[in-house]
């Protein structure tokens, strides 16, 4: 699999959004899906969430409510929507495809800054 390409990222107050992108050509058509993992400065990674080929999506407990990924398969694109964050959401987030065969390599990632 392809490196995927995070965009979206950038500073917002708390209780703002950001829709953060992720983008993989081919992944679909491969039968693949897609997690999105985070790490804040200090910090090991975490698991944020991930959609499977099948469109299911599983979430972080402590994200539930908040985070919804989606997927655009015409554009093999991944969204991670991000509503009310808070400071402690402050991270770089990136995306990883999973599944049989669909290993990639981690992407650059994009930054969150969440300010209080």
């Known amino acids: 699999q392809v490196q995927p390409v995070e965009s979206g990222g950038g500073s917002v107050q708390a209780g703002g959004s950001l829709r953060l992108s992720c983008t993989a050509p081919?992944?679909?058509?491969?039968?693949?899906?897609m997690e999105w993992y985070r790490q804040a400065a200090g910090n090991e990674r975490e698991w944020v969430g991930s959609?499977?080929?099948?469109?299911?999506?599983y979430y972080a407990d402590a994200l539930k409510g908040r985070f919804a990924i989606s997927k655009d398969e015409a554009k093999d694109t991944v969204y991670l929507q991000m509503n009310d964050l808070k400071p402690e959401d402050t991270a770089m987030y990136s995306c990883?495809?999973?599944?049989?065969?669909?290993?990639?390599?981690w992407g650059q990632g994009t930054q969150v800054t969440v300010s209080s």
């Open positions: 081919g992944f679909t058509s491969n039968g693949c899906g």
């Open positions: 990883k495809t999973f599944g049989t065969l669909c290993s990639s390599p």
């Open positions: 959609i499977t080929i099948t469109d299911l999506t």
